[in-house]
Structures are given as structure tokens and as C-alpha cells.
């Protein structure tokens, strides 16, 4: 199911931010992008985020580490 029409952003694309270790609805519009135009989608997002991060609590993936230039 498509939350956030805006950014083209699923209730799956929550889901996985969630076992990524996403904590809160700014870290999620960082991340997807979900409630940074026209807000509909944000009461929607947030419940999807804290059902999620229950679930997502005890396999949290690790993000890639990035070289950096020296």
C-alpha cells in the first residue's frame, strides 16, 4: 500500500527503514522522503513506523559503512 502519494513512498519502504533502525517520523522523512510535501501521509507513517520498530527491535540491520576521502 502506497502512504505517502508525494514521494512514492509503501508501507514495505517503512517496514525496511524500521529494521534499518528508523526511530522516529524525521529520521523516516530523511531517509524515504514520506511526509516532506503536503503532510497527509504523517499520522499514517508514524503508526506504521511504531508498529514496525517493536518487530524490527531485536534485528536491527546494520547500514553499510562508507569510505571517505582522505
Given at each position: 500500500?502506497?502512504?505517502?502519494?508525494?514521494?512514492?513512498?509503501?508501507e514495505q519502504d517503512i517496514r525496511r527503514a524500521a529494521e534499518a533502525g528508523c526511530v522516529s517520523l524525521s529520521e523516516l522523512t530523511m531517509r524515504?522522503?514520506?511526509?516532506?510535501?503536503?503532510?497527509?501521509?504523517?499520522?499514517t507513517?508514524?503508526?506504521?513506523?511504531?508498529?514496525?520498530?517493536?518487530?524490527a527491535a531485536g534485528q536491527l540491520v546494520p547500514l553499510p559503512l562508507v569510505a571517505r576521502a582522505a
Amino acid at each position: 500500500m502506497y502512504v505517502c502519494i508525494c514521494n512514492g513512498v509503501t508501507e514495505q519502504d517503512i517496514r525496511r527503514a524500521a529494521e534499518a533502525g528508523c526511530v522516529s517520523l524525521s529520521e523516516l522523512t530523511m531517509r524515504t522522503g514520506c511526509g516532506a510535501c503536503c503532510g497527509s501521509c504523517v499520522d499514517t507513517a508514524s503508526a506504521l513506523l511504531e508498529e514496525a520498530r517493536p518487530a524490527a527491535a531485536g534485528q536491527l540491520v546494520p547500514l553499510p559503512l562508507v569510505a571517505r576521502a582522505a
